[in-house]
């Protein structure tokens, strides 16, 4: 009903599960969106002088040349951010339900230009333009405006402490927060770092994968448009070693928010605590598991799992690439998956019957084939795919590996790749132990009728996130992050905003205290 | 509220001067061309006429001139609207399919209407209540959209909890809405109390019928026309402009409403809270009256304290149940804040609302307005000291004086009774629980004020007072993410902030047997 009466419909979450998209409804993209912005701020080069190149995955060619951030750039930025944060600014003295005004003007103009942010994020990452546009870019409207209604909702609370005394709290925001983002997600990472951010007062220095710059690059130019007041947000593409690392052992730095492999994880914890102890929240890897019951729905759950891995190229770290199969369904459902997978769609992004674009770049490209080769190696069963998918640009076939093993390193390590484990399983204790032997924790998922085993597995598996009958289910008012190696802390729903507060407790004596 | 306006008719610059001035202009402009959007019965989304063929006059109360006739909803009417709020309600309907976060963009949207005819609905506002258009315009309309775009955050953060019960069982709590609920509201703040009213509600998915005051029906009507447009479900609120014995009491004791939420009167409050005892036990929350203390200790600052005192009370025509209507001030600076608010008070431009520069207009209705001056009339007979005013302004309209009486005692009609017109009582303290003891002295309990520098007494007052609203150095600073309601017979329950919701939802608590419990 509302669908039809509101004119720029945002599609429901739940709508991304099967990669089933209304053509009629989505603009025809243009494949060669022209890039407005590529500079370190929105006018300025870097104080580097450098740039470097960001590449088309779909076919290894050069976009254009971006600024490059370093040290000296990081440096500019945080004097900026400071200064945007000292006591008495605009931005501190602003009224809280303005900053939430200011961040649903930043959805409505992301809104606005959905067709374009969706075109130059698949040019840039390779994802399917239909994915963007109907996934990505709503989802990090969705996500902006939810985080809009908190920032005059954040309260603190009065408290009953022993003796004479009012006591109460302010919640406040911690300062400076450094943001260190991935490519997979490129704009819904930005969205997710900036949300709670900014909703709470602090104000940014982030900085853009060096994949994936020119999205958060245009998305500076609306935070602009829309009225924040300088040094609030600055964006800085540039590389981990320099950029990164400059972020993250910053002096006056007071928080640093990271998405991204749990090895560059322990070094910014390793950072914050070599420097200033900053504040430290990761969102990092994960191996999840995703068990299937001889009970379940066996459509549903062949088509969810295949869902559950394949999605944007398996580049997430959600990815449910351990998919445990109870023995007396698994070569059905082993038959079915493979099914599903050779008729996955691999191709030009920009055409809109594409399920599965290039993966990101060289690097990630070379190192899946390396997994791929492993699994062979090691006696998994290749099923399908397992090699090249196009002449040129990054693509990887959709690839399914039966009868695989604990042990093996496909089945331990993160691939970030289209490459499917089918792993076989007898009872319900021996699976969530082995799901649960691995030193991730970020996401799992239960497919079952059985509304015991449901709980059960729900509340044994050690993860951040679990779906039952369903599988990477975001909902921007739903806290998302993991257990274990795979982050600290979390992001979204009331909880993401703790990571963005300082509690202050205000103790103030009065002569005769009163219930 | 009205500081921030006066301050910027009168210490603005030329160029926010001339922006009034061009807001009046097109608004005076618009009175030529306006055409009222609704005059109906809104029930499904669609407008109505009466099932009884009445229609009620609807005044403009600084000219007596009749704006046009309404169509008068009685029983019938109300029935028809709650059959369509429950189809709007039932489970599976679009309303109750409807994404949280949806509900939210809705009220968003609706938010965004009313600020693109803020004009047209600030004109209205003050044709049809008779307050000055400049605060329609800057507190009246700002507030309204303040509210929507509040609670339209609120759609999706109203969250249950899981709870860790004892034994082999999960348990959670879902929050849910109440279901059909019925709000009536009074005519000082109509569109304000519109957006107070339905927004909370809408936002935790309850559906809405609304009995605007039969004084002031019109922003309401136009507000049904925005909901329309916005794109709420048909059913999902329904607009019924009608009088309390008829309509209001027909909400009050119908069978099939969930919930009934009313601003008024205290004495009708009763009869709302008895109406739910009669009938299915719907839960009532009530907004009522207040004879609110406001407390000035000498160590204030003096001259920001009259001030505040002083709009404090003449705010709205001294129409708002907020109004600081006892001042108590410490003996040492007695003489001098009696005399600097009467001169305040002297000073006061009454006249035609449209007008810049005007700030009192007339009061809402010829019973209102007897209402005030034989409450004036007590005051003279009972001995308080006259300082200003005391009588009509103009023998064929409802104006009032600014009155002020001072040395009025806590026994007089006019220190307990509520006035609800431009009527200043001014009292004198000697200590600390002297004025506590005699602030809580009287059967309401909704605002108080404190001015003083010292955080002691300051402390001290705020935790004493009986009052749902305690203001420390200033006075009707209210916002919509802070509560608002009252102690004792001041009401029950909050509007606004987060305590709000709890007034438009049910808790459910679902427990599910499992097998094993683990931490």
Known sequence: MLRHVLSRTLPRISGISNCQYSAAAIPVPSAQPEVHYNKVTVHQDAVSKRSFPTINPATGEVICQVAEADKADVNKAVKAAREAFRFGSPWRRMDASDRGLLLTRLADAIERDTAYLAELETLDNGKPYAVSYSVDVPMVVKCLRYCAGWADKWEGKTIPIDGDFFCYTRHEPIGVCGQIILWNFPLLMQAWKLGPALATGNTVVMKVAEQTPLTALYVASLIKEVGFPPGVVNILPGMGPSAGSAIASHMDVDKVAFTGSTEVGHLIQQASGSSNLKKVTLELGGKSPNIIMSDANMAEAVEQSHFALFFNQGQCCCAGSRTYVQDTIYDEFMERSVERAKSRVVGDPFSMKTEQGPQVDEEQFKKILGYISSGKREGAKLMCGGGVAADRGYFIQPTIFGDVQDGMTIAREEIFGPVMQILKFKTLEEVVERANDTKYGLAAAVFTKDIDKAHYISSGRRAGTVWINCYNVFGAQAPFGGYKYSGNGRELGEYGLDNYTEVKTVTIKVPQKNS | ?519
Request: glycine share 8%; hydrophobic share 40%; charged share 20%.
């Open chain 2, 1 to 519: 509220m009205s500081v921030v306006f006066t301050s910027l008719w009168q210490d603005g610059s030329q160029e926010q001067r001339n922006k009034l001035r061009f807001l009046l202009t097109a608004s005076v402009l618009l009175l030529c061309l306006y055409v009222i959007w609704g005059d109906q019965i809104f029930i499904d989304n669609e407008w109505h006429e009466s099932c009884s063929g009445r229609k009620m006059p609807v005044h403009n109360p600084a000219t007596g001139d009749l704006l046009c006739e309404v169509e008068e909803a009685d029983t019938e009417d109300v029935d028809k609207a709650v059959r369509s709020a429950r189809t709007a309600f039932q489970l599976g309907s679009p309303w109750r399919c409807m994404d949280a976060s949806d509900r939210g963009l809705l009220l968003n949207r609706l938010a965004d209407l009313v600020e693109r005819d803020r004009l047209r609905l600030a004109t209205l506002e003050a044709l049809d209540s008779g307050k000055i258009f400049l605060m329609a315009y800057f507190v009246d309309l700002m507030a309204t959209v303040k509210t929507l775009r509040y609670y339209g955050g609120w759609a999706d953060k109203v969250q249950g909890k899981t709870i860790p019960v004892d034994g082999e069982y999960f348990t959670y709590t879902r929050h849910e809405p109440i279901g059909v609920c019925g709000q009536i509201i009074p005519w000082n703040f109509p569109v304000m109390m519109f957006a107070w009213k339905i927004a909370p509600a809408l936002c935790c998915g309850n559906t809405v019928i609304i009995k605007p005051a039969e004084q002031t029906p019109l922003t309401a009507l136009h507000m049904a026309c925005l909901i329309k447009e916005a794109g709420f479900p048909p059913g999902v609120v329904n607009v019924l402009p009608g009088y309390g014995p008829t309509a209001g009491n027909a909400i009050a004791h119908h069978m099939d409403i969930d919930k009934i939420a009313f601003t008024g009167s205290t004495a009708v409050g009763k009869l709302v809270q008895k109406a739910a005892g009669d009938s299915n036990l719907k839960r009532v929350t009530l907004e009522l009256g207040g004879k609110n203390p406001n407390i000035v200790f000498a160590d204030c600052d003096l001259e920001y304290a009259v001030e505040q005192a002083h709009s404090g009370l003449f705010f709205n025509q001294g129409q708002c149940c907020l109004a600081g209507s006892r001042v108590f001030v410490e003996d040492s600076i007695y003489e001098e804040f009696v005399c600097r608010s009467a001169e305040k008070a002297r000073n006061k431009v009454l006249g035609n609302p449209l007008v810049p520069g005007v700030d009192q207009g007339p009061q809402i209705d010829q019973k209102q307005f007897d209402k005030i001056l034989e409450l004036i009339e007590s005051g003279k007979r009972e001995g308080a000291t006259l300082e200003c005013g005391g009588g009509p302004w103009d023998r064929n309209s409802l104006f009032i004086q600014p009155t002020v009486f001072s040395n009025v005692t806590d026994d007089m009609r006019i220190a307990k009774e509520e006035i609800f017109g431009p009527v200043q009582q001014i009292m004198r303290f000697h200590s600390v629980n002297e004025v506590i003891q005699r602030a809580n002295a009287t059967h309401y309990g909704l605002a108080a004020g404190v001015f003083t520098n010292d955080i002691d007494k300051a402390l001290t007052v705020s935790s004493a007072l009986q009052a749902g609203m305690v203001w420390v150095n200033c006075y009707n600073a209210m916002s919509t993410q802070c509560p608002f309601g009252g102690f004792k017979m001041s009401g029950n329950g909050r509007e606004l902030g987060e305590y709000a919701l709890q007034e438009y939802t049910e808790v459910k608590a679902v427990t599910i047997k499992i097998s094993q419990k683990n931490s």
